[in-house]
């Protein structure tokens, strides 16, 4: 009998969310699955009850021609005094069983692991206590730049979320919580991860090896904003991959880039976690210009006065200063045919990071002083060729 | 008691009362037309309400129909770099989208449809139309206690109107209808914003009128001989209806001026950037909006009671604890705003509103329990109205009781803001509001134009809606449990069977309507006369004529039974649609 409920429910469990809840809080009698059961099963009963007693008096009561209605009480004190304390009672239940699964979601111990997270018009960024970001990304949907955030298991985790704009709300469905991400204070977002069951049972853990060749397991909670904030609010996604909390140090002290990353690779994975939803490199449209072949063309801005070819031949360091001041003041100058969309990056790319995304733009532009000239493989190859045609002539 | 029927002519004579339907034209066309525009006629302002609701139901119901077809498939980039699964974007712009502009036209539609569904048709479309024409005739008056009011409270709705569908015309507004700050002080499209804010503000001005009106109506203009629990259930719920418009609405005004004063002269009330609080706003829209939800769910209730009592024939069960519910409601739907805040707002009040709004849910659940019970030995009938009672009562139960996890602290911190939100308040508002009021329009409908509907036609509308109205929103329960976000113009490929799913249902639940609005032209130009009084109903606006006199009455009606006495009233053997009850009639004992 109980294993029948216990199947029954976990069968409820199932189809209401896919699995089971994933984190500590989540999980378990105070956690939140264990309330929704129970009203789950209160709301089938007096659904079923209600309905019937509906059906069964369509049926039986039905008009018959000729046929008055038999007269009926039209009220019952004991009967109507029973159907509001109970259901009172019932209820109560619900608030002191929900309340406390809330509190447990909102306290974190002093030890939390603590990340700060940001929510910004429409890409999340956390920085690590060692002072790095997400470094890998990923395809979800219709987004081909959703950061990958490296989270410990079976670690109190204390997320620290801010937004640089408007509200946001940081979820992740398989952890049950979600919590708002204000413009003017700090929100925390708690959570502790369930151990990665590597016996194959859980079909969601993979392995995988990173660029030193370690490798290690893992497991991917999608993450949503469910706070609606404009164009490419459906695609503010994340994804939370938990991993073993002995690869997490590994992880963390991990730097994405040294001191001898290349400018332009640094500026890449800049793009990838803060510019990607809007700006492509590709030509393709999005809510800001591309940066395919922008760096050192001229260009027309609505509030400005424009970048022409002669102010770029008089000083080459024009460009540069434009993206410098895009990031910290997207408003300055804002490019003809499109609108003041973007929100400031003041303060939140380091010098090499800025340089980094300077670099990037000017690798993307055939314009870059740097790239080869068209044809100029090929004039190479065919100078290669001569030289030794010419070397086997002797 | 007396035994007399005063609704009849005490001289026997009908001859010397030259007064004929409310409808019949007294004049030239043109004359008609200005006849009606300047009518004070409660009845006349209460069908012009009820055209002006039914548009603006049109309005939205298409964009809602756009937002389904936009997420019948998600929005991808192919490997051609072409984006694919935007209806709406190719529709307003052609082939080259960006994945934002899908997003923007989503976006757009979206507050549309919430905007005018909520503005514009569903706080009005109960209490300004039927409640317009009928609560007079139910309390057996000859006008509304302010009928110049009433006919302003038209023009201040439709002028109110005009702004949100100029605002439409402007490009749209992409704030959803919240209007959340920071972000709807701070989205581009300052004109169309202001413009739909304004609209929302001028229609609160339309509804504190009607309110007003009604509540000095049903003190004040009772027929001689009705106690208030005398009145029918119907009018309690419009009274405290309008409590709530009158004490509720003025809030939503200041706080959509404020939000105009902090986009147009740049003063720091909700915008952090200029030393706001943005929570601050959610307090203010909530404490209007959630007692709101009230204004639009009570007539719905007031409706049932008086159609599931005429049509089964019975006293309904529990008239005084229905009755106080619906005050309790009232009272208590002040104090639970903060339910729509438990991801923004301190532990404190999160506990305070989530034990407060458990509280609102007994005298909801109570309603309903006295419905079930109020069936109990009734002589039960099928005709459309009643069929839409059955809908009503299995719809609200599940929009009810969903509402259990969302009260609930720890489930809604998962629920909050998912699809499970947006199928509970359509369960409560469409399965609840939308259905009573379809209820309520086949019950009056005959009294209000004169015609019968074919029964068979209205069968088959409510059959598609309900089926339809199930497959629309009963899979977005499942949606949101396992993830899906609202307000989301696109999503990952496990939602597609579900989203698919939905998006059929919404077309079999346009078809219902489309039958509906079919059987009702129908009967406006081709059905069989209707008689006074088609259900045998005993409340005072089957004591008139059909349709309505333009005064109502022929004389003032005196009250000689309550409005359920069917087992008093009415002798055994005897119809009561065979109006007016014999003579012999023993007086009702009321309550």
């Known amino acids: ?394 | 008691m007396t035994t007399v029927d005063r609704n009849l002519d005490q001289l026997g004579d009908h001859g010397h009362h030259d007064e004929g339907s409310y409808l019949n034209p007294k004049y030239g066309p043109i004359a008609t037309v200005w006849d009606w525009m300047t009518t004070v006629d409660h009845k006349k302002i209460g069908v012009m309400y009820l055209f002006a609701v039914l548009f603006m139901f049109f309005l939205g119901g298409v964009a809602a129909l756009a937002l389904r077809i936009e997420l019948l498939e998600p929005t991808r980039i192919d490997e051609t770099g072409n984006l694919t699964g935007a209806a709406l974007a190719f529709f307003a712009e052609g082939e080259t989208v960006s994945q934002a502009a899908a997003g923007q036209a989503y976006n757009r539609v979206m507050t549309m449809h919430g905007a005018i569904m909520v503005f514009m048709f569903i706080i009005p479309a109960i209490p300004a139309s039927l409640g317009n024409f009928f609560l007079p005739l139910m309390l057996g008056a000859k006008d509304v206690a302010f009928p110049r009011l009433n006919l302003a409270s038209w023009y201040v709705y439709v002028f109110g109107s005009l702004f949100g569908v100029f605002s439409i015309l402007m490009g749209g507004v992409d704030t959803g209808w919240t209007f959340y700050t920071p972000y709807s002080t701070t989205t581009t499209g300052q004109p169309q914003v202001i413009a739909m804010v304004l609209a929302a503000f001028i229609l609160g001005f339309s509804s504190i009128f009607t309110g007003l009106n009604f509540i000095v109506t049903t003190h004040k203009l009772r027929a001689p001989g009705m106690g208030w629990f005398d009145m029918p259930l119907f009018i309690w719920a419009v009274y405290s209806t309008s409590i709530i418009q009158v004490l509720a609405t003025p809030v939503i005004g200041v706080t959509l001026l404020l939000l105009i004063f902090e986009r147009v002269l740049q003063i720091g009330i909700f915008d952090p950037g200029l030393g706001g609080d943005p929570v601050l706003f959610q307090h203010f829209f909530w404490f209007y909006s959630h007692p709101v939800v009230y204004v639009m769910i009570l007539p719905a209730m007031g409706i049932i009671s008086d159609v599931l009592a005429i049509h089964c024939r019975k006293r309904i069960f529990g008239y005084r604890a229905i009755a106080f519910s619906s005050l309790a409601i009232a009272a208590i739907s002040f104090l639970v705003w903060g339910h729509h805040m438990f991801t923004s707002q301190g532990e404190l009040a999160a506990m305070v509103f989530s034990f407060l709004t458990f509280f609102v849910a007994i005298p909801t659940a109570v309603k309903v329990f006295n419905w079930i019970a109020s069936l109990y030995k009734g002589s039960i009938t099928f005709t459309t109205p009643m069929l839409y009672v059955f809908a009503f009562l299995f719809l609200f139960s599940i929009g009810g009781l969903t509402g259990l996890p969302l009260g609930t602290l720890s489930t809604d911190l998962h629920l909050h803001d998912s699809y499970f939100v947006v199928a509970h308040f359509h369960y409560v508002m469409f399965g609840g509001t939308v259905i009573a009021f379809l209820a309520g329009l086949h019950h009056w409908w005959p009294k209000m134009f004169g015609r019968m509907y074919s029964e068979k036609g209205g069968a088959l509308g409510c059959a598609l809606v309900f089926i339809g109205f199930n497959m629309t929103f009963f899979t977005q329960f499942f949606l949101g449990t396992q993830g899906m976000p609202r307000r989301y113009a696109s999503y990952v490929d496990e939602f597609t069977l579900l989203h698919q799913i939905s998006t059929y249902g919404s077309l079999i639940l346009a078809l219902g309507f489309v039958v509906h609005l079919v059987v009702f032209l129908h009967s406006l130009f081709l059905g069989e006369k209707a008689p006074q009084n088609p259900w045998g109903g005993l409340t005072l606006e089957w004591e008139t004529e059909t349709p309505p006199i333009e005064h109502n009455f022929h004389h003032e009606p005196v009250l000689t039974h309550g409005p359920y006495d069917f087992d008093e009233v009415v002798p055994p053997g005897w119809d009561p649609k065979d109006y007016p009850l014999p003579e012999q009639t023993p007086g009702g004992h009321k309550h």
């Open chain 1, 1 to 394: 009998m109980t294993a029948t409920l216990a199947g029954i429910n976990d069968f409820v469990i199932k189809l209401f969310f896919g699995q089971k809840a994933d984190s500590l809080v989540g999980s378990g009698l105070g956690g939140s699955d264990a309330v929704f059961l129970f009203i789950w099963w209160v709301s089938v009963f007096f659904f079923v009850l209600l309905m019937g007693i509906m059906g069964y008096c369509m049926v039986k009561y039905r008009r018959r021609e000729g046929v008055p209605a038999e007269p009926s009480p039209s009220h019952n004190t004991p009967l109507e005094i029973a159907w509001s304390v109970i259901p009172s009672l019932l209820l109560a239940v619900m608030f002191f069983w929900g309340f406390n699964g809330y509190m447990r979601a909102q306290m974190a111990p002093s030890y939390a692991e603590q990340i700060d997270l940001v929510g910004q018009k429409w890409a999340w960024s956390m920085t690590y206590s060692t002072g790095i970001g997400a470094s890998e990304f990923t395809t979800l949907g219709g987004n081909n730049n959703v950061p990958i955030f490296v989270v410990p298991a079976e670690t109190p985790v204390r997320l620290r979320m801010n937004s640089s704009d408007v509200i946001h709300a940081f979820w992740v469905p398989d952890f049950r919580t979600k919590l708002d991400v204000m413009p003017n204070r700090y929100t925390p977002y708690v959570f502790t991860a369930n151990a990665l069951d590597r016996s194959g049972a859980d079909e969601r853990v993979m392995t995988a090896t990173d660029k030193n060749d370690n490798e290690f397991a893992y497991r991917d909670h999608i993450v949503y904003c469910a706070e609606y904030c404009g164009d490419s609010h459906s695609e503010m996604v994340a994804v939370l991959r938990v991993v073993e909390p002995s690869y997490y140090q590994t992880w963390l002290n991990t730097p994405p880039y040294d001191a001898v990353t290349p400018p332009a690779e640094v500026g890449a994975l800049v793009w990838q976690a803060k510019c990607a939803v809007c700006h492509t490199v590709d030509g393709g449209v999005g809510t800001g210009p591309t940066w395919k072949d922008a760096w050192g063309y001229p260009r027309e801005f609505t509030n400005a006065d424009s970048l022409t070819q002669e102010t770029l031949d008089a000083r080459p360091d024009e460009w540069d200063n434009y993206i410098r001041e895009s990031i910290i003041l997207p408003g300055a100058k804002v490019k003809a045919g499109f609108a003041n969309a973007m929100p400031s990056f003041d303060g939140q790319l380091s010098d090499v990071e800025m340089r980094g995304v300077i670099a990037y733009m000017r690798s993307l532009s055939d314009r870059d002083p740097g790239t080869p000239i068209p044809g100029y493989e090929e004039l190479e190859a065919e100078a290669a060729e001569l030289e030794a045609a010419a070397n086997g002539g002797e």
